[in-house]
Every structure is written in C-alpha cells, then in structure tokens.
C-alpha cells in the first residue's frame, strides 16, 4: 500500500508515523511544499510548544474548539491530551503543566517536540519529499493521483494535512473535489482600541474581567491584559475566537463592554461601593483597595469615572457612586480593527465537517481521501487544543478505515 500525506506539520507528521506504525509495510511520503518542516511546531508557544492542555475531563476540554466542539468530543474517546503526553513521554519528551493548564516539553524547547516527530517518522521509514507542492488530486480507480507542477504520482491513500488557509482560494484544489468549503477567517487575536489613556496602562493585567460584546450577544470571563494597542490576555482572545466569524463580518469594528469588577449588575457593584467606602468614611478614594487592582488601574478608573482624586470616600455623592459602578461593570470601548496573536495564532473555516466521516476523518466524496489537522473546519481557543485537535484527527484519520 502507498500512502501519501500532505504537508509536514504536526498532523501531516503524526498522522504519517501512526500509518506506518498500523501498516508496517506501507510505503509512507510526506509531501512538503516548502523545504522546511514542522514550521509551525518551532514558532509555536513562543518557541516552546504548548503541545496540549492539561484539562482532565472530556466535555470540557471538547468545549474549547468554538468550531468541531462535537467532533472532538466524540474523537477524544480516541486519542486524547493524555495519549499525547503519553506518547511523548514514551519517547524521552517529558511534557510538564503550567499553573493555567497550558502543556509544554520539560525542555520549554519546540525543538524536544520537532525532533522526536522527526526521528521517529525517520526510524519508522516514513519518506519526507519537499519542494513538492501538490497542486491537484484526481481520484482513478482505486487510486488517487498527485499532480504536481511537473510531475504526478498515483497513492493507494491520501492523507490532507496542509493547516489552515487564510484565503478560500487555497482550498479551491479540495473544492473542486466535492467538498463543501467554510470561509476562512482568524481566529484568536486581540482588539485595537484606539484610547490613549487605556494604552498607558500597558503590561497591567486584570485577574478576572467579564468582556461582552452586545451586538453579538456574546461574553467570556477570565484574565485581560493592557497592550499598548488595547486589550489582551486570555478572556478576550477566547472571545475573539468564540465570535471570529461575526466579527470578520463587522470588519472588527465593534463596542465591547469591560466588567473590570468581575460583576457586571451595576446595582450589585454600587451596594459594595457603598459598604467600602462607608467602612472608611475618612480615606482619600485613591487609597481604597478595591478587587485588589493595581494602583494604577484604580486611579484610572477613578479618573474615568470622573471622581476627584483629592475626595476622601464620605464625600461621594450618590451620583459619584453610580458613575464608578457603572465604569466598574460597564466601561465601553470602540473596537478598531485586530492584531494577530503571535503566540498561537489559527484559521476559523476549512473543509466542511460534513463532508467528512466523523468514525474515519475519510472524505465522503472520494473514497481513500483523508483529512487531519488545522485544514478542517476544527479550531480551538489557545491553550494548546489546537495542537490536541492536530494529533488526534491525525490519529483517526491513520487508521485508514
Ligand atoms: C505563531 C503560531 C504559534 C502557535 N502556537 C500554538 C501552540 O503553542 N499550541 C497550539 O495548540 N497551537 C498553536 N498554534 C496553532 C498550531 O500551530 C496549528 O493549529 C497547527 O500547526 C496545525 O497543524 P497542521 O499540521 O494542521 O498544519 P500546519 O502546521 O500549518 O502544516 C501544514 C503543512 O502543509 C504544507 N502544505 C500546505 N499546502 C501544501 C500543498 N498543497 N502541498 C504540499 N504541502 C503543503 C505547509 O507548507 C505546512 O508545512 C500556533 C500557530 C501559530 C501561527
């Protein structure tokens, strides 16, 4: 048997080792259009690979891809973040876990990662041939033929794993096959704000925020961080990816309303205003520690809420209080525009789970054609689930049923 799996990234290599590990006596190619391998794995988690996530139950980690969440449930059943951590520590990687879950090699080095996928496709005898672009597929009788700028060459089976592509016109060559294609659009990046006095905020991060855009009716709570452009860290950029497709569609030009007090009834932040401050009628305002901000994000806040700095608490009005609530639970911000989030950074869309056996990864329309990794319309909040979502579709998808 002859199996052909393009693209040498994480799921094209995975999936290539777990071929020849269930058939020992196929003939194994990994076709690369560059001359480069595993690009993605080396760049990624800041050069140090989070390679999965530590979260133990299922559902829940299932509920991390906004896009494939039911897929990946019933798939992790199959391989999931423990097999992952497994696998590599049966290879000498050892993988170890951050305080918020993120995995990554004992070495903090994607190398660790990229080169224990190497050497062992290498030991197993998988064939790596770059500078071989696939440009087409053309299903034959039980075949399926390669074609490439000036060359062919005929698989028994074909695994897809070229990742994600920002435009539709990279995906058009699998289209034209019969498989339905979902836009693609990005997913996980972070929101321009153009407010100067926000950006002097810049490196302060929030422990616990609620951020909620109204026009899409849509939330998400967890750690924000003050970027010199707007905002960061991991709420909004899960809630970047939780409304990637909507938000591609206002061109990112959206309002976003900030809960920095973690509550976002007005009401209920102006009853512990009230009690705070009655508890220290005495104290300048600037002096209160509320929700243990940073100093500088409380006189920020102060300042927004247009409350004199010099009042001590007994002097507030009960307009002042409400005011301060309200910028408490719901400061509103324009957004304009995104920038990428370098750290881990995927494509929303690809080739349409419909088209795809959900038991197999195997293409409903050509028999033999199989698709794993970031290519299908799979993508995850960061924390590693895209990388899991990588290794897994690529562990089905190389059973070859
Ligand atoms: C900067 C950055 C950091 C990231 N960090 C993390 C992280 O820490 N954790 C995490 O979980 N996720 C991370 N991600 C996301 C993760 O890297 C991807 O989801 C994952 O690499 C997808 O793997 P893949 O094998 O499907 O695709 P890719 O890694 O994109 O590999 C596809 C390969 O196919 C080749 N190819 C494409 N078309 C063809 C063709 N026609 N013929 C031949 N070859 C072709 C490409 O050249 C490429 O080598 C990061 C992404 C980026 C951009």
Redesign the pocket.
Known sequence: MKVAV????????FAAIQVKHNFPNAEVDI????N??????L????G??????AESSQSTFAKAYPRGKNLMKKLLKRWNNQDTIQWFENRGVDIYAQEDQ?MFPTSDN?ESIANCLIQEAKSLGVRLLCK????RLEPATDKIVLHFSDDRKVYDKVIV?????PKKS?LL?LEDLGHEIVDPVPSLFTFNIPDTHLHKLMGLSVAKVVCRIPSLKLSNEGPALITHWGLSGPAILKLSAIAARDLAITNYRFDILMSWSHEVRQEVVFGQLQDIFGRQPKKKITNISFHEFPQRMWEYLLDRAQIPEHKICAELSKKDLNRLAHTLSNDAYEVHGKTTF?????TCGGISLDGIDHQTMQSKAIQGLYF????LDI??I?????????WTT?YIAAQLQ
């Open positions: 393009i693209g040498a990234g994480a799921a094209g290599y076709l690369e259009k560059t480069k391998v595993l690009s993605k794995v760049i990624s988690g800041g140090r690979c989070n390679v999965t996530n993120r994607s071989m672009r696939v440009d794993c070229t990742g994600g592509s990279g060559w370098k750290e881990e950074f995927v794993a990794g970031e290519v993508d995850g960061t924390g590693g689930f895209n990388f899991q979502a990588a690529a």
